[in-house]
């Protein structure tokens, strides 16, 4: 008998297995069970909800029986990538990240009937159809937000998808949000960051002088310009937008400072857009020599970066280096708060940003009664087309508006997406 | 009104889960703190030790696994058995030993001889005398044994009924109105039933109940599985149950006379494969698997039946374990069990059918070979029904990408999971789920479906129960009188295991989905009626005192007056000790 209960420790074995693969299906469950109850869950709990731009214009409406959207075709299209779609194919929409809680489903509860829950956004729909009117048919990515309460107002990226229309053949990468989820190279935008660095680490920035012939050798590899633009001060070369000086800096700055200050101001993680994560940016951290790391200082070398974290860059020297965390839920909650450089460096890049616009940009003549602090940038995607960036903020306190355009294949930033900014801008400033 | 049924509905969940947990807390204690201790039969005196001999079965060697150990020269490690039949006759087997067995001077051969009090028993030089023990003196052994029911049956059976209250309130609120009646009547019925072979039980002596409850515990969700999904059945829902638990007490006492048992192992044998033959031949095909038949109305699984068959026919006694040692007629029968079941297209009841034949033939022979030279055998004959038969491939390539068709091949599978996960811990209550409008979701997903309405919490104490079953089952086998017994409950808890894990796993994307029933709970009367059968054998090991109806008490026994013309022993044994 005892020989048979000793080999009966076989049956343990099936139990065993039964236990692990209970425990694998609560792991399961706990991980994707949230995915799992909202595919179906809807027809089955006949929740209803609607989604509201800030001024209460209706983005969405859902019932057991309806998948509706605005009823404006310009109004779906320009804010597709805000609210995504019922059937998730963006992610990062807002009718997929918040599907949970507009659903109603809890790990503890499952799903609950919920009777209209709303999501009001921060994002003005008008906003996005007039950024969109701007884009035209270009592939582009287009952000704006108040830097004092952290609040985004507009977000658009193209080419755009009509949700309601479901025959049609959407463009290249249309689902992707441009805005959060895609990384490009900075080209001279990201001068910005070496310059912030610069003013933090390197005494007297602003009493030295830069010289520029056009080329210049670091360790035998040549650093180029396309002007030789001779004598200039720091804030010259800002806005000439010197690759020789800001390679120079960026050497002086040293490797392991850059990259501590890239780090800090959040380009090489993901970020958090209320829960929704972005793309992570890149910048050389492993060490590569001067004449890369001088490459790299003006944006080229292999950086990439998120428009949205570019955004929160420009926010927080809008702020006086404070970021204040945007948001797209408007719930009259206090902004999280960071500090990402001292209000003097803010202060003094502002200014440096200002004179840009003033003395290359065209001033008041091109963005009319706007005291505008940006910088462009224009990264060679190596088919004669660019990557244009133009990236900054208002100096107005009653307009404390930052922003982000990118327009993928356009030609200079200031040509291709300077006039984008400049049109939202003129709405929000006109609006509010 | 409705504020009052929602409070109610919130209040019951909790009470469910409390008591739920209650209930298997309890049986698990009950396992844990009664002694399961062995009887004690007669005694074996070698020099001045007097060993007891503990089962109906013993087994006498060197080897540390014997029941009665003698460590000495030439004793071989597995060397005699010494075994009961039902009627008190004791029994010496050689078994191959190379020192050989003498009784009072005979040779005794594999066949063995029928031993008397005070006979000695020669093993390999060295004598052992059999002493029967007088009935006064093995009442007052056995009154020295623990009793059963240390934790009251009583309050588990009444945590149940209340269980079953709530459950029966929360479909009081769901169901439709004309349906009403019958499930109210369905439940009170089932307490009324449980309540009756309690007291039945009680009457005659028994206080041993833990099997009954967790099986009425899971009968209960079946039953409010089949509330919410076929309402307009339960009438044969009842009928069915009550037959079920008829069959189990039938059943229990047939199980109790283990000459009877033995003897019906070979016509049960032909009954069974008789059954698949006609089933193979004769019955309809339902969704691609001929597992049907139909009769006047009532369609029944032949191969539910042929389950219990299999476990009754492949148990064993210790002699038999020892004295053949080839298992070669019960692989044959296993076997065509099995092609049967693939020829009518049950793949999933055929895995469940290997994995009870890989357990028997490891609990008779011990041999490790032989169950991998079975897998072996088994995973080249699942290849050529992989690439015979295209549907069972195509469930294997959807296994672990269900999602990625939750239109066509992941149909079901999604849907289960959606609701399982929908129901959160405690549960959308009863009826109120949704799975239940899709197909086989009170047979194949019948997890999921609990998971929805009653929530996982419940759905883990339902797979609980039978996992507490098997350890109890594991816990009896050690005290158990006979080997068969022992064998019949292992080899019934890892078929249901088989059964709970194909069905689980499958509906959840973590196995094939094979669809088979989840034991007690998924939806089918011949499933329901095995499933009690099976019981029987786990009544059948629990020899505790005064516990089981299917174990005789120790006081009915007549062992001291033996009848040496009764037996099947008898006309095995050879001439001289018949005189």
């Given at each position: 008998?005892k020989?048979?209960?000793?080999r009966?420790?076989?049956?343990?074995?099936?139990?065993?297995?039964?236990?692990?693969?209970?425990?694998v299906?609560?792991l399961?469950?706990?991980?994707q069970?949230?995915?799992?109850?909202?595919?179906?869950?809807?027809?089955?709990?006949?929740?209803t909800g609607?989604?509201?731009?800030r001024?209460?214009?209706?983005?969405?409406?859902?019932?057991?029986n309806r998948?509706?959207?605005?009823?404006?075709?310009t109004?779906?299209?320009?804010n597709?990538?805000?609210t995504?779609d019922?059937?998730g194919r963006?992610?990062t929409?807002?009718l997929?990240?918040?599907?949970?809680e507009m659903q109603?489903?809890?790990?503890?509860?499952?799903?609950?009937?919920?009777?209209?829950s709303v999501?009001?956004?921060?994002?003005?729909?008008?906003?996005?159809?007039?950024a969109?009117y701007?884009?035209?048919d270009q592939?582009?990515?287009v952000l704006?937000?108040?830097?004092k309460?952290?609040?985004?107002?507009?977000?658009?990226?193209?080419?755009?998808?009509d949700p309601?229309?479901?025959?049609?053949?959407?463009?290249d990468?249309a689902?992707?949000?441009?805005c959060?989820?895609a990384v490009?190279?900075p080209?001279?935008v990201?001068?910005?960051?070496t310059?912030a660095a610069?003013?933090e680490?390197i005494?007297n920035?602003?009493?030295?002088?830069f010289?520029?012939?056009?080329?210049?050798e670091v360790?035998?590899?040549p650093i180029t310009?396309?002007?030789?633009?001779?004598t200039?001060t720091?804030?010259?070369?800002l806005?000439n937008?010197?690759n020789i000086?800001?390679?120079?800096i960026?050497?002086?700055v040293?490797?392991?400072t850059?990259?501590?200050y890239?780090?800090?101001?959040g380009?090489?993680?993901?970020q958090?857009l209320?829960?929704?994560?972005t793309?992570?940016?890149?910048?050389?951290t492993?060490?590569?020599g001067?004449?890369?790391?001088?490459?790299?200082?003006v944006g080229?070398?292999?950086?990439l970066v998120?428009?949205?974290?570019?955004l929160?860059?420009?926010a927080?020297?809008?702020?006086?280096g404070?970021?204040?965390e945007?948001t797209?839920?408007?719930?009259?909650?206090?902004?999280?708060r960071?500090?990402?450089m001292s209000?003097?460096?803010?202060e003094?890049l502002?200014?440096?940003m200002n004179y840009?616009?003033?003395?290359?940009?065209?001033?008041e003549d091109?963005?009319p009664g706007l005291?505008?602090?940006?910088k462009?940038g224009?990264?060679?995607?190596?088919?004669?087309?660019n990557n244009?960036?133009?990236a900054?903020f208002l100096d107005?306190?009653a307009h404390?508006y930052?922003f982000v355009?990118?327009?993928?294949g356009g030609?200079f930033?200031?040509?291709s997406a300077?006039?984008?900014?400049?049109?939202l801008?003129?709405?929000?400033?006109k609006?509010? | 009104?409705?504020q009052?049924a929602?409070?109610m509905?919130?209040f019951s969940?909790f009470v469910?889960i409390?008591l739920s947990?209650?209930?298997?807390?309890?049986c698990i204690?009950?396992?844990?703190?009664?002694k399961y201790?062995?009887?004690?039969?007669a005694?074996l005196?070698?020099?001045?030790?007097?060993?007891p001999?503990?089962?109906?079965e013993?087994?006498?060697?060197?080897?540390?696994s014997?029941d009665?150990?003698?460590d000495?020269e030439?004793i071989?490690r597995?060397h005699a058995?010494?075994?009961r039949n039902?009627?008190?006759?004791?029994?010496?087997?050689?078994?191959f030993s190379k020192?050989?067995?003498?009784?009072?001077?005979?040779k005794v051969?594999?066949?063995?001889?029928l031993?008397?009090d005070g006979?000695?028993?020669n093993?390999a030089?060295?004598t052992a005398?059999f002493l029967?023990i007088?009935?006064e003196k093995r009442?007052?052994?056995?009154?020295?044994?623990?009793p059963?029911?240390?934790v009251?049956?009583?309050l588990?059976?009444?945590?149940?009924?209340?269980f079953?209250l709530?459950?029966?309130?929360q479909h009081?609120f769901?169901?439709?109105?004309?349906h009403?009646?019958?499930?109210?009547?369905?439940?009170?019925?089932l307490?009324?039933?449980e309540?009756s072979?309690?007291n039945a039980?009680?009457?005659?002596?028994r206080m041993?109940?833990e099997?009954?409850t967790?099986?009425f515990y899971l009968?209960?969700?079946?039953?409010?599985?089949?509330?919410?999904s076929t309402?307009?059945?339960?009438?044969k829902?009842?009928l069915?149950?009550?037959a079920?638990?008829?069959?189990?007490?039938?059943?229990g006492?047939?199980?109790?006379?283990?000459?009877?048992?033995?003897?019906l192992r070979i016509?049960?044998?032909g009954?069974?494969?008789l059954?698949l033959?006609v089933?193979?031949?004769?019955?309809?095909?339902?969704?691609g698997?001929r597992?049907?038949?139909?009769?006047?109305?009532?369609s029944?699984?032949?191969?539910e039946?042929v389950?219990v068959?299999?476990?009754?026919?492949?148990a064993s006694t210790?002699d038999?374990?020892?004295?053949?040692r080839?298992?070669?007629?019960f692989i044959?029968?296993?076997?065509?069990c099995v092609?049967?079941?693939?020829l009518?297209?049950?793949f999933?009841?055929?895995?469940v059918f290997f994995?009870?034949?890989?357990?028997?033939?490891?609990?008779?022979?011990?041999?490790?070979?032989t169950?991998?030279?079975a897998i072996s055998g088994a995973?080249?004959a699942g290849?050529?029904?992989v690439?015979i038969r295209?549907y069972?491939?195509q469930?294997?390539?959807?296994?672990?990408?269900?999602?990625e068709?939750?239109?066509?091949?992941?149909?079901?599978?999604t849907r289960?999971m959606?609701?399982?996960?929908?129901?959160g811990?405690?549960?959308?209550g009863?009826g109120?789920?949704?799975?239940?409008?899709?197909f086989?979701?009170?047979?194949?997903?019948v997890?999921a479906?609990?998971?929805e309405?009653?929530?996982?919490?419940i759905?883990?104490?339902?797979v609980?129960?039978?996992l507490?079953?098997?350890?109890f089952?594991?816990r009896?086998?050690g005290?158990?009188?006979?080997?068969?017994?022992?064998?019949?409950?292992c080899a019934?808890?890892?078929?249901?295991?088989?059964?709970?894990?194909?069905n689980v796993f499958?509906?959840?994307?973590?196995?094939?989905?094979?669809?088979?029933?989840?034991p007690?709970?998924?939806?089918?009367?011949?499933?329901l009626?095995?499933c009690?059968?099976?019981?029987?054998f786990?009544?059948?090991a629990?020899?505790?005192?005064?516990a089981?109806?299917?174990?005789?008490?120790v006081?009915?026994m007549n062992d001291?007056?033996?009848?040496p013309?009764?037996?099947?022993?008898e006309?095995r044994?050879?001439e001289e000790v018949?005189?």
């Open positions: 008998m020989k048979i209960t000793t009966a420790a076989s049956v343990l074995l099936l139990a065993m297995l039964v236990i692990m693969g209970m425990n299906y609560i399961r469950y706990i991980d069970g949230r995915s799992w109850a909202l595919t179906f869950a809807r027809l089955n709990t006949e929740s609607t989604v509201l731009d001024n209460g214009e209706l983005l969405a409406y859902f019932d057991a998948n509706d959207y605005s009823s404006d075709q109004t779906r299209i320009a597709y990538h805000v995504g019922y059937w963006t992610p929409g807002v997929t990240a918040f599907w949970s109603g489903y809890s790990l503890l509860t499952g799903t609950t009937h919920n009777e209209n999501l009001n956004l921060t994002i003005d729909a008008q906003l996005n159809r007039i969109y701007a884009i035209h592939k582009a990515a704006m937000m108040n830097y309460t952290g609040e985004l107002m507009a977000m658009i990226s193209t080419p755009s998808v309601a229309d479901p025959d049609e053949i959407p463009g990468g689902y992707i949000n441009r959060l989820s490009y190279a080209g001279s990201f001068k910005l960051v310059a610069a003013i680490t005494p920035i602003f009493e030295r002088s010289y520029c012939e056009g080329e210049y360790a035998g590899v310009c396309i002007d030789a633009h001779y200039q720091f804030e010259q070369a806005s937008s010197c000086a800001f390679a120079q960026a050497i002086r040293g490797q392991d850059m990259v501590k890239v780090r800090d101001f380009f090489l993680d993901r958090s209320n829960g929704i994560k793309a992570a940016g890149r910048f050389p492993e060490f590569v001067d004449p890369e790391l001088g490459w790299a200082g080229q070398s292999i950086d998120c428009p949205y974290t570019m929160r860059f420009v927080a020297v809008g702020n006086g404070v970021l204040c945007p797209m839920l408007l719930n009259g909650e206090e902004p999280v960071s500090r990402f209000a003097e460096t803010a003094r502002g200014e440096m840009n616009v003033v003395s290359h940009y065209g001033g091109v963005f005291r505008l602090c940006a462009t224009t990264a060679e995607r190596g088919d004669g087309t244009s960036w133009f900054g107005d306190d404390p930052a355009v990118l327009v993928e030609s930033g200031i040509t300077a006039p984008i900014a400049n049109t801008l003129q709405a929000a400033v609006k509010y | 009104m409705d009052f929602s409070y509905m919130t969940k469910m409390i947990a209650s209930i298997m807390v309890r204690r009950s396992m844990l703190r009664e201790e062995p009887e004690t039969w005694y005196r070698v020099g001045r030790e007097t060993l001999v503990r089962h109906w013993n087994l006498i060697g060197r080897s540390r014997a009665i150990r003698l000495l030439k071989s597995v058995v010494l075994s039902d009627r008190g006759n004791w029994v010496v087997y050689d078994i020192g050989g067995v003498w009784v009072n001077g005979l051969s594999p066949r063995g001889i031993l008397q006979d000695v028993i093993l030089g060295h005398r029967a007088p009935p009442d007052k052994l056995e009154a020295k044994r623990q059963a029911g240390k009251s049956p009583t588990t059976l009444l945590e149940l009924t209340v079953q709530f459950l029966l309130m009081a769901n169901a439709k109105e004309e009403l009646p019958a499930i109210a009547l369905a439940f009170v019925s307490i009324a039933l309540w072979v309690y039980m009680r009457v005659i002596g041993g109940f099997v009954e967790l099986a009968t209960t969700l079946g039953m409010s599985v089949a509330a919410s309402p307009e059945d339960m009438y829902q009842i069915l149950t009550a079920a638990v008829f069959l189990f007490v039938l059943g006492w047939w199980l109790r006379n283990l000459h009877r048992t033995s003897v016509p049960i044998a009954a069974a494969l059954l033959a089933n193979v031949v004769a019955s309809d095909v339902v969704l698997a597992n049907w038949l139909e009769f006047g109305g009532y029944f699984q032949p191969s039946l389950k068959a299999y476990i009754y026919v492949g210790l038999l374990v020892f004295r053949r080839n298992l070669f007629s044959v029968f296993s076997a065509t092609i049967a079941l693939a009518i297209g049950d999933g009841t055929a895995l994995v009870t034949f890989l357990v028997i033939s490891f609990l008779r022979s011990g041999s490790i070979a169950v991998f030279l995973g080249l290849f050529l029904a690439s295209p069972i491939a469930r294997f390539a959807s296994w672990g990408h269900v999602w068709d939750i239109y066509d091949t992941g149909y079901q599978q289960a959606s609701a399982a996960a929908s129901g811990l405690f549960g959308k009863a109120a789920g949704w799975l239940k409008s899709v086989a979701a009170n047979t194949d997903m997890f479906m609990v998971c309405e009653l929530g996982l919490v759905a883990l104490c339902m609980l129960a039978l507490t079953l098997t350890f089952a594991m009896s086998a005290s158990g009188r006979s080997a068969y017994y022992a064998i019949a409950a019934t808890m890892s078929l249901l295991l088989t059964q709970l894990a194909l499958g509906s959840l994307d973590l196995l094939p989905f094979t669809g088979v029933t989840f007690f709970v998924s939806r089918g009367g011949s499933s009626l095995s009690w059968m099976l019981m029987a786990l009544k059948s629990d020899s505790r005192r005064e089981s109806f299917a174990v005789r008490p006081n009915r001291l007056s033996p009848r013309e009764y037996g099947p022993e006309s044994l050879p018949r005189r």
